[in-house]
């Protein structure tokens, strides 16, 4: 019979300590350690991550080449993937409730059923017939595509046996558990013996995996750290519940780049794609409004355009307020500073207020520029021709423009979204080839940026 001990396990990175403590000492994390009940190790076989039958092969020998993938008919999450789903590869999801992370992998299941056999749908939190009514409303109803409402890991691997499904979703593996542990479902013990019995299986019979995970208060994939570490591709969706507009991006990705992002909007059936995101976010905008521009941005190989909005109101009482939808925090107190000292606007008696339209994240640099020239904007009660010109450029803390990279391709999608003019640093100006329909101005720095604007 084997013997069974307690320890205190962190929730968040799997530190094990003997006795209950406060404070994490593995991720500094306070009220995180809960008690376990653990098998001992002499008497508890794991079951084997890799394949027994495999042995050393010289580097040479071994092929190389492209990794064959499904197509899962839904192109934006094939570009996200890297180019369709790889076979045997562990995939993670994960999201806020309610942002389409069910629906996305039926409606994905449903396609890859029609194109390439049997599909298994292993859900631990919906009955058979709730999955059923929502792939009614989805028209997610493949011929060869099961149901089954089960936690059991070990059941689970029975039915795949018995199946030999082409594709296995699962949904979510904080629900999963193994019977050789007493933990409870969704503890790190749990989750890290049911992950390793899922990547076992899909390696072993070439299956390709979805798992749908939880996240936490603070939007970050609940559970143990090492389960990053364990799959595959790690894709998160973000966005509000509110929105319409969803966005699909891979935090990581073995077969691909994790650079593209996937744009859908939740509709009555289901989450449709959005093949030109720039004039989805771009349909609000209006000719001329205080404190709005629309900058630039490349998501992978896809040049987006957004619209940046500013409204900068004075300080009743107490500090003043920074906030920011969408911006980071750090790269937006660093621009108020350059405008500050470089340009001589008092903004220490100001609340700023920053969105980007759509409930995208901007990432990188290119989108300063557009940034400074609205809050200046909105400042000044000075309107900007938002519809005829975008701003592109990185602003150093010296007030200099420095230039971006990929400037080429987010001309040509302003071109052609209609934009008759762009101000960007001088350095990329001659780098850049003029086609008459789209007028270029090069600035040195953010005085010079904004005295273009202003004439």
Aim: glycine share 8%; aromatic share 6%; net charge neutral.
């Amino acid at each position: 019979m084997a013997k069974t001990k307690t320890k205190f396990i962190c929730q968040q990175c799997g530190y094990e300590s003997p006795k209950w403590l406060g404070r994490c000492p593995g991720c500094e994390q306070w009220n995180t350690l809960e008690e376990e009940t653990m098998i001992d190790k002499k008497d508890f076989k794991r079951s084997p991550t890799i394949v027994s039958s495999s042995k050393p092969q010289l580097i040479k020998s071994i092929k190389s080449g492209a990794y064959e993938r499904y197509d899962t008919e839904i192109h934006e999450l094939n570009r996200v993937l890297g180019g369709g789903l790889v076979k045997g590869s562990l995939t993670l999801i994960s999201g806020e409730p309610g942002i389409g992370k069910s629906t996305l992998i039926l409606q994905a299941s449903s396609k890859i059923a029609e194109k390439y056999g049997t599909v298994l749908y292993v859900s631990g939190e919906e009955s058979e017939e709730q999955i059923k009514m929502r792939a009614e409303r989805l028209d997610a109803l493949a011929d060869s595509l099961y149901i089954v409402s089960e936690t059991n890991i070990d059941v689970i691997e029975k039915y795949i046996n018995e199946l030999q499904p082409a594709f296995v979703l699962l949904d979510s593996v904080q629900t999963l558990f193994k019977e050789d542990l007493t933990s409870a479902p969704g503890s790190v013990s749990q989750v890290k013996e049911s992950v390793n019995n899922l990547m076992r299986i899909g390696k072993s019979k070439n299956i390709p995996m979805f798992i749908v995970a939880h996240v936490t208060k603070q939007g970050e994939l609940a559970g143990p750290r090492v389960l990053e570490h364990m799959v595959d591709t790690v894709l998160h969706f973000e966005g509000e519940r509110t929105q319409e507009f969803r966005i699909l991006r891979a935090l990581k990705n073995r077969f691909g780049t994790t650079s593209e992002i996937g744009v859908f909007e939740m509709a009555e059936e289901g989450l449709v794609e959005v093949s030109n995101p720039s004039a989805i976010f771009l349909e609000t905008l209006t000719q001329e409004a205080e404190g709005s521009i629309v900058v630039a941005m490349v998501e992978g190989t896809r040049p987006i355009l957004v619209e940046i909005q500013a409204l900068v109101a004075p300080t009743n009482a107490g500090f003043p307020r920074r906030t920011a939808v969408g911006v980071d925090m750090n790269r937006l107190n660093l621009i108020i500073a350059v405008l500050e000292k470089k340009m001589g606007i008092p903004l220490m008696n100001q609340d700023i207020y920053v969105n980007v339209v759509g409930g995208l994240k901007l990432e990188g640099t290119s989108a300063d520029l557009g940034l400074a020239m609205a809050i200046y904007s909105s400042f000044r009660g000075i309107p900007l021709p938002s519809k005829d010109i975008i701003a592109i450029g990185e602003i150093s803390l010296t007030g200099d423009l420095r230039p971006v990279g990929q400037m080429e391709k987010m001309i040509k999608e302003a071109e052609k979204m209609g934009f008759k003019g762009c101000v960007l640093p001088e350095r990329n100006k001659g780098k850049v080839k003029e086609t008459g329909t789209l007028k270029i101005n090069g600035a040195k720095s953010l005085r010079d940026a904004l005295q273009l604007v202003a004439n």
